[in-house]
Structure formats: C-alpha cells, structure tokens
C-alpha cells in the first residue's frame, strides 16, 4: 500500500511541475535555446563545439561576456583544445578557462586530433587518451568509439559520441 501511495504522490508531483515520464528524452535543441535566452548554462555532458555554436551560444557559459565570445569566435576553427587554451590564456588564466572547458569542446578528429583533445571526452583521462591515440588509424567512427569502450567504459563512448568531427 505505501509502494502504490508513492506512485501516485510521484506521479501527482510530475503533472503539478507540467512533466511526463516521457520527458526524459526532452528536445536538447529546445534546452540549448533556453540557454541561450535564460543567459544560463549548467555543466553538462552536452557541450558547446567550439567550430559551429553561435556567439549567443557563448554568452550563456558563466564568466563569458561580449568580449569573451568575440575571442572564442575569432580564432576558430580550433583544430585543438590545446589550441583554444593558448589563444584564451591571452585574456583569462588557467583556471578560468578550466572553468571554460566544462562548457565547451573542440570536435575530435578521430586520426588527427592530439592527446588532450581526446581527453575530453567525459571518464575518459590522459592516460586513456594516449592509448586511444596509439592505436590510428582507425577506419570508422564505430572503430573509434569501440576503441573508447575498450579503454573507458561503455558510458564514455557514448559522451565521445558527442564530441566527434563528422566523417
């Protein structure tokens, strides 16, 4: 009987929020925008890539203001994070371009891109990047990404997933 009033407390709750349990999956485009329009970004496994976002896009990382954004879209296309930290070490110090990285990623270029560009990859450290990156040439994206699971896990392909340049 408590199981059941525990149901339907839960449930009660999500319809008063405006929820559904199929809300889980919800529209990452829709979240981005109201980003964006909210001004905010919390850290994610879904990151800004650095080559395509728009300037507002920037302007939702805390601490980037108009200038900032103007500095991460002048010097793209960043080819590495590597890249991207030495162009912004120009403006802000290490730590607040650390604080950067939570937000934002350059694509990987899966037979090309250097060892800490590979680590970005969420659960996924130098180490693991250095082994990843010994083992090119890799055929495919799929090749990559088993190569990824191999090293670290199930749940840091599926994050590579999201940080990868296209084919």
Do not use: W
């Not at 929820?19 to 485009?29: I, L, R």
């Not at 919390?42 to 990382?61: D, G, S, Y």
């Amino acid at each position: 009987m408590r199981t059941f009033s525990l149901f339907f407390t839960a449930l009660a709750v999500l319809v008063m929020t405006g929820c559904s349990p199929s809300d889980e999956g919800s529209n990452t485009a829709t979240e981005s925008a109201a980003a964006v329009e909210s001004g905010k970004r919390a850290v994610t496994a879904e990151k800004i890539n650095l080559n395509e976002a728009p300037i507002e896009e920037f302007l939702t990382i805390p601490g980037v203001g108009d200038r900032m954004a103007h500095e991460f879209d002048e010097y793209r296309p960043y080819v590495s994070i590597v890249e991207f930290r030495r162009e912004m070490g120009k403006y802000v110090d290490e730590a607040t371009i650390t604080g950067y990285e939570d937000h934002v990623y350059v694509p990987i270029d899966i037979n090309t891109s250097d060892v800490a560009t590979v680590a970005q990859i969420l659960g996924l450290d130098e180490a693991g990047a250095e082994q990843i990156v010994a083992a090119r040439p890799y055929a495919s994206q799929a090749d990559f990404l088993d190569k990824v699971r191999e090293v670290a896990g199930g749940i840091s392909a599926q994050f590579a997933r999201l940080y990868l340049a296209g084919e």
